[in-house]
C-alpha cells in the first residue's frame, strides 16, 4: 500500500516558480541577425588570416555587445554599447597587466570592483559600463592573451564596434522612427485604457500605460540629449505626448463610474496613433459622441486637444514644454552623477559588497594552489548585479542555466572539430542570445554558456574537459556571492523598500495638497502625477523582485504589494477629482484636503517606523456628495492594507 502524500507538499514554493518561469517576449529578429553575424564573422576572420585567438578574443568583445544591445533609438545605442565597450577596453587592460601577479591580481580587481560598483548606481549606461569593466577585468587577470599589452582591448573593442555597425546600418532610412513608433505605441496603450474603463483589466493596464510612457519619454529626451538647439521633429513628438497626457488624466474619472466608455472613443485614440506613426498632418474626421456629463465634457476635451497637436493644428502644438524638464548641459550631469556617487551611502554599500565577494574570488583563483579558474569571479561579477535582480536568485538561476547550457555544450564539443566548423556553430548559437535575454537570467545563462565555452575552446583547445571545471567554478561562484553578497548583507526589507514606499506615500500627499490648491498650474500638476507614477512603477519593479527572494524577504514583499496598487489608486483619485472640478464639480474645501493629506502623511510615517503591518486609523468622513469621495475610500483601503488581519 503506497502512502498518499499531500499535493501541496509536491507543490514548489511560489517564489521558485516565480524565478523559473519565462517572462513573454517578441523575438527580436534584427538583434538575432546582428548577433548571428557579429559573433561568427570575428572568428571566421581569425581563422582566415591563422590567428583564430586573434578572432576568439574580438568575438568576446562582440558577446558583450550583443548582450548590452538593448536600445530602441539609434542614439541609444551609441551610448548603450560604445561607451560601456570602452569601460571594457580599460578593463581588460588592466587585468592583463597584472595577470599571473598573485595578490597583486587580487588587489587590482578588488579595486575595480569597488568602482565598478558604486559607478553602476549612476543608471542603466553606467551600470552596463561598470559591469562590463569589471567582466573584461576579470578575463584580462584571468586568461594568458595573446600578443602586446594593447591588443586584446583593440580587439575586443573591435568586436564590439561591430555589433554597434550593424545595428546602425538602418540608420540613414529609419532616423527617429523608433521614437515615432513609441509615441504611437503610448498612444495606442491609452486606447486600450480607455477600453478598459470600468473593468477589472483597468489597474493592469494603467501599469502598461506608465511604462509606455516611461519609454517614450526617456527615448525623446535621450535624444534631445545630442542636440544643442531645439530639433523640430522632437519638440512635435514630445508636444504629441504630452497631447494625450490630459486624455489619461481623464480616464480615471472616467473609470470611477464603473462604465465602459462608447468605443468611438478608444478608436480615436487608435487613429490618433497611426496619424503620429506616419506622420499624417491631414484633418482626422474624429466621430465622437456628444458628452453629456462632466467627465465625458473632459474626455472630449482632451480628445480635440489631442487631435489638433498630432495635425500640427494646435497655436502651441510646436511650442509646448516639456512635461519632465528637458535633459540638463552634458557635464551638468556628470558632475551631479560623480557627486551624488561618492556621496551616496547606497553606492558605498554596493561598492564594498562587491569588492568583498570578488577579493574572495579572485584570492582563491589567483592565490590558492586550486585548479581554479577566472569563471569564479566571472560568476560573482555576473551575480552581484542587484540592479538587474534579487542577488539570491540570480544565484540560482546562474546554476541552473549554467547546467543547462553545459549540456548544449557537451554536445557541440564533442561532436564538432575545432576549426571552420566553429564559425558554423557560433552562427546558430549566437542568435539565442537575444532570443532568451528578455525571458529571464537563468536562460540568458543557458543561452550564453555554450557561446563562451565554444569561444574559451579557441582559446585553449580544451574540449569537452572544459565542462567539468566550468561547472564547478560556477558553484563556487554562486556560494561566494549567495554567502558574502546576501547572506553577510541583512539588509531588512523596510530598508529596502520600505522608505522608498513611504517617500511615494508622501510625495501622494504633496500631489494631493497642490492639485486641489488655488494656484494649482497644470505642467507642475501633470510633472507631479508622472513622477509619481515613475516612482510607483519602480517601487513595483523593486516588489517584483523581492517576490523572487525566500521568506521572509518574498512573503514581506507579498503582505505590502497591494499597498503599492492602493497608492496608485490615490494618485488616480486625485487625478479624476482634479478633471471633475475642472469640468463643472464643486471645489472640496481646505478641510477634506487637509484630513485626507494628514491621513496619507500618518501612513508614511508608519511605513518608516516599521516593516511588519501595523494597526491604523480608517476614519474617514466627509460630505457624501464631495468630489473627493471616492479618493477618502482608496485613502481608507491604502490604510486598512496595513491593519494586521
Same mark, same amino acid.
Given at each position: ?356 565577494? !570578488? &577579493?574572495? $574570488?579572485? /584570492?582563491? +583563483? ?8 577566472? *569563471?569564479? =569571479? ?97 558553484? !563556487? &561562484?554562486? $556560494?561566494? /556571492?549567495? +554567502? ?8 531588512? *526589507?523596510? =530598508? ?150
Amino acid at each position: 500500500m503506497f502512502r498518499q502524500f499531500p499535493i501541496s507538499r509536491l507543490t514548489p514554493p511560489d517564489w521558485l516558480v516565480r524565478n523559473l518561469q519565462p517572462k513573454p517576449a517578441p523575438i527580436p529578429w534584427a538583434a538575432v541577425a546582428r548577433a548571428s553575424i557579429a559573433m561568427s564573422l570575428p572568428l571566421a576572420i581569425g581563422l582566415a588570416v591563422g590567428q583564430p585567438a586573434y578572432g576568439a578574443l574580438a568575438a568576446i568583445g562582440s558577446l558583450t555587445a550583443v548582450i548590452s544591445d538593448t536600445a530602441d533609438a539609434y542614439r541609444m545605442r551609441i551610448l548603450r554599447i560604445a561607451i560601456p565597450q570602452s569601460f571594457g577596453a580599460v578593463g581588460v587592460t588592466i587585468g592583463s597587466l597584472v595577470y599571473g601577479h598573485g595578490w597583486i591580481a587580487v588587489a587590482a580587481v578588488t579595486t575595480v570592483a569597488l568602482v565598478s560598483g558604486m559607478i553602476s548606481s549612476i543608471g542603466a549606461v553606467a551600470s552596463v559600463s561598470g559591469l562590463l569593466l569589471l567582466l573584461d577585468c576579470v578575463v584580462g587577470a584571468g586568461l594568458p592573451l595573446p600578443g602586446q599589452w594593447w591588443l586584446a582591448p583593440l580587439l575586443m573593442f573591435g568586436g564590439g564596434l561591430l555589433v554597434l555597425a550593424l545595428a546602425l546600418l538602418a540608420w540613414p532610412l529609419r532616423s527617429g522612427v523608433p521614437e515615432r513608433d513609441a509615441v504611437a505605441a503610448s498612444y495606442r496603450t491609452v486606447a486600450d485604457l480607455l477600453a478598459a474603463s470600468g473593468t477589472a483589466k483597468y489597474d493592469d493596464l494603467r501599469l502598461a500605460v506608465t511604462e509606455s510612457f516611461n519609454k517614450s519619454y526617456d527615448l525623446i529626451l535621450a535624444r534631445r540629449a545630442f542636440h544643442h538647439g531645439r530639433s523640430p521633429e522632437l519638440v512635435r513628438l514630445l508636444a504629441q505626448l504630452n497631447a494625450v497626457t490630459p486624455v489619461v488624466e481623464a480616464a480615471p474619472a472616467a473609470h470611477q463610474y464603473g462604465k465602459r466608455l462608447p468605443a468611438e472613443i478608444p478608436a480615436a485614440v487608435r487613429h490618433l496613433a497611426e496619424a503620429v506613426e506616419t506622420g499624417y498632418s491631414g484633418p482626422t474626421g474624429l466621430h465622437l459622441p456628444v458628452p453629456e456629463s462632466e467627465t465625458a465634457r473632459a474626455v472630449d476635451h482632451a480628445l480635440r486637444h489631442a487631435a489638433d497637436v498630432v495635425t500640427g493644428r494646435a497655436p502651441d502644438a510646436r511650442t509646448i514644454d516639456d512635461r519632465l524638464g528637458g535633459p540638463a548641459a552634458l557635464q551638468v550631469r556628470a558632475a551631479r552623477a560623480a557627486r551624488n556617487v561618492v556621496l551616496s551611502g547606497a553606492s558605498w554599500r554596493y561598492g564594498l559588497r562587491l569588492a568583498l565577494c !570578488i &577579493g574572495i $574570488a579572485q /584570492a582563491l +583563483v589567483s592565490t590558492v594552489p586550486v585548479a581554479r579558474s577566472y *569563471w569564479v =569571479t566571472l560568476t560573482v561579477t555576473f551575480v552581484m548585479k542587484p540592479d538587474f535582480g534579487s542577488v539570491f536568485s540570480r544565484a540560482l538561476l546562474r546554476a541552473l542555466g549554467t547546467v543547462a547550457g553545459l549540456v548544449v555544450a557537451a554536445g557541440v564539443l564533442a561532436a564538432v572539430p575545432v576549426g571552420w566548423w566553429d564559425v558554423a556553430v557560433m552562427f546558430v548559437l549566437a542568435p539565442l542570445i537575444p532570443v532568451f535575454t528578455p525571458r529571464g537570467y537563468g536562460y540568458q545563462t543557458a543561452a550564453v554558456t555554450p557561446v563562451i565555452l565554444v569561444v574559451s575552446d579557441v582559446l585553449n583547445h580544451e574540449g569537452i574537459a572544459l565542462l567539468a571545471p566550468r561547472l564547478v567554478d560556477s558553484l !563556487i &561562484g554562486c $556560494a561566494i /556571492a549567495i +554567502v558574502a553578497g546576501y547572506l553577510l548583507w541583512p539588509e531588512s *526589507w523596510h =530598508t529596502r523598500v520600505g522608505d522608498r514606499l513611504a517617500d511615494a506615500v508622501a510625495d501622494t500627499a504633496g500631489y494631493v495638497e497642490y492639485a486641489f490648491g488655488d494656484d494649482a498650474d497644470s505642467a507642475t500638476r501633470a510633472r507631479m502625477r508622472r513622477g509619481l507614477y515613475r516612482d510607483l512603477s519602480v517601487i513595483r519593479t523593486e516588489f517584483q523582485r523581492a517576490l523572487t527572494e525566500p521568506p521572509p524577504s518574498g512573503r514581506r514583499a507579498a503582505a505590502w504589494m497591494p499597498l503599492v496598487v492602493a497608492v496608485e489608486r490615490i494618485v488616480d483619485s486625485t487625478t479624476a477629482a482634479g478633471v471633475r472640478i475642472r469640468h463643472g464639480a464643486a471645489r472640496p474645501s481646505s478641510g477634506e484636503v487637509s484630513q485626507v493629506t494628514l491621513q496619507l502623511r500618518e501612513l508614511s510615517k508608519g511605513l518608516r517606523d516599521t516593516d511588519v503591518l501595523f494597526e491604523v486609523r480608517t476614519d474617514l468622513t466627509g460630505p457624501s456628495g464631495s468630489v473627493l469621495e471616492p479618493l477618502r475610500q482608496e485613502v481608507a483601503a491604502a490604510r486598512a492594507i496595513t491593519s494586521p488581519h
